[in-house]
Structures are given as structure tokens and as C-alpha cells.
């Protein structure tokens, strides 16, 4: 890595079965965009991505080998030429590879044939953030022997993801649901909320406040990716990847599994609405 961006750490599917431990699960933000990539490459079903935020990272290859860009609409520079996303490139020693301005979306995956090489801590090689294995400026990014391949691989355009400015995901009723008043109920069900920053742990929210019954001390209750907490301010916070396991704050809803993609790829100041869902 030649020039560092805003934050950029190596994940695989995630690391499962510690939570009740305290260990947050990791693994991809945009799950489709990462598996997406290691299907283009044909790559086993728990190989590992560079997974970067907003761009302005830049890579100088030590070896050849077959890497491919998902993710975020990016302007991508190899040698100086651009390149598309979402095909298989080739790199061989000494060429420059510059992920450059992001123009939908927030988040790039770089993916190479057979994956990055790392140390697997408690059964996954995604960065542990408790451990605090940053990557920086001189990190190697290690990627696995395996034979070329010979042909150009990748997703056609009509099957690609779109990254919208403004998204509507499914949730469902959270545990502390009926504690909030009737007309936060219908406000956070009918009204946009905008993204106004975050990061792997979560996205902050602005829009209607929202306010419970009585306020009161509740139990702290177990979280996940996608849970939706309603903090003193009123205004939510969607939990990502790296959130902790449990939390204190009142939860609202939690946002299904199939949409996370979309509310990972939001950018600042994008909207996001809710649709209460059973299924």
C-alpha cells in the first residue's frame, strides 16, 4: 500500500460463534459486492477482501496476479488508464493501482484470485478491531499462489448493484417497539432519515426525534448488524459490522438481513426510509 485513504481493513464472511463472548461478528459491510467478487474469481466460499472506504487508497504490485474491483461506483486508475469495475485485470511487479473518487456508494472491494493471505484470529481472518491490526502505509498485502487465469471474468452491467441516494429497507419491530409514543411510531415509519456520518461500528441518523412513553431504564438487550438504537438525542443509530454484542439504548427495530448492503453503501447526507415487514 503506497497511499492510504480514509479506512481499509481485510474481512472474510466473518467471524461466528463468539458473540456471546463480547466479539463482534465483522466481516463485509456490502456482503453482495464481496461475494460477488469472489465468485467472479471463482475463489472458495471464506477468502478474504480488502474492504475500503470512500477511496483515495493506492497499491503498487510486488507479482502478477488476477485481482477485480466491486463495490462503489469508483474511478479506478491502473497505471495511470482507467479501468472497470467489476471485471477480472491483470497486475504484474511495478504497476500503480489507484482507487481515486467515489461517485455512488461508499464502499470498494479489492479481491484477488484465491484472496489476501493473514493470520486467522479466533477463526477469521477479518479485521479484529479490539486488536487493532490496522493496515497503513508499507503494509504487504499478501495474496495466495494459484493458476492464472486466462480469460477476463466478471458481472454484466445490467446485473450490477446501484447505489441509490435515497433507499427504503425492510425491518421489523424491535423489542422496546411499543415503548416509543405513537407519533414516533408513525414518524419513524413515514418520514426520511438522513445519513449524516459514521463507520464499521455504526451510522448515525437525523430526522424525526423520536420519543418513548416514559423514559426509564431499561435491560440492556443483545444487538446485531442492522439493529436500529434510539439514544437520549432521539435520533437512531444503525449498528454495522462491528458494533458491540449487547447494548443499553432502546431498540426500535432491526433492519433485515437482505437490505445491509444497501444501508453500507450509503454516503453522507443520503436518505433512508423504513418499511415495517413480517417476513
Not at 467515489?102 to 493470520?119: K, N, R
Amino acid at each position: 500500500m503506497t497511499k492510504q485513504g480514509v479506512y481499509g481493513s481485510l474481512q472474510d464472511q466473518g467471524r461466528f460463534g463468539y458473540r456471546a463472548f463480547g466479539i463482534p461478528l465483522s466481516g463485509p459491510m456490502d456482503r453482495v459486492s464481496f461475494q460477488i467478487a469472489h465468485q467472479i474469481l471463482n475463489n472458495t466460499r471464506n477468502q478474504t477482501s480488502f474492504e475500503m472506504f470512500i477511496g483515495g487508497f493506492e497499491f503498487q504490485a510486488l507479482d502478477e496476479g488476477t485481482y477485480v474491483l466491486t463495490g462503489a461506483t469508483s474511478h479506478c486508475l491502473l497505471n495511470g488508464s482507467p479501468i472497470e469495475m467489476w471485471k477480472t485485470f491483470e497486475l504484474v511487479a511495478g504497476d500503480i493501482l489507484s482507487i481515486k473518487s467515489i461517485s455512488d456508494g461508499s464502499i470498494v472491494y479489492l479481491t484477488p484470485q484465491g484472496g489476501f493471505q493473514t493470520e486467522s484470529i479466533l477463526g477469521s481472518k477479518s479485521c479484529l478491531p479490539i486488536v487493532g491490526n490496522t493496515l497503513n502505509v508499507g503494509t504487504v498485502l499478501y495474496g495466495q499462489p494459484g493458476e492464472p487465469i486466462h480469460y477476463t471474468r466478471g458481472l454484466y452491467a445490467p446485473y450490477r448493484p446501484l447505489f441509490q441516494t435515497a433507499i427504503t429497507v425492510r425491518i421489523f419491530k424491535g423489542p422496546h417497539f411499543e415503548l416509543f409514543t405513537d407519533d414516533s411510531k408513525q414518524h419513524f415509519l413515514n418520514s426520511p432519515y438522513q445519513f449524516t456520518g459514521g463507520n464499521r461500528m455504526g451510522y448515525y441518523l437525523k430526522g424525526s426525534v423520536l420519543h418513548m412513553k416514559n423514559r426509564k431504564d431499561i435491560l440492556s438487550e443483545a444487538t446485531q448488524f442492522g439493529t436500529i438504537q434510539v439514544p437520549q438525542s432521539g435520533e437512531p443509530i444503525v449498528l454495522m459490522a462491528d458494533a458491540q454484542t449487547v447494548g443499553g439504548y432502546p431498540i426500535i427495530a432491526t433492519i433485515h438481513e437482505d437490505d445491509l448492503h444497501k444501508v453500507a453503501q450509503l454516503r453522507m447526507f443520503n436518505t433512508i426510509r423504513f418499511a415495517l415487514t413480517e417476513d
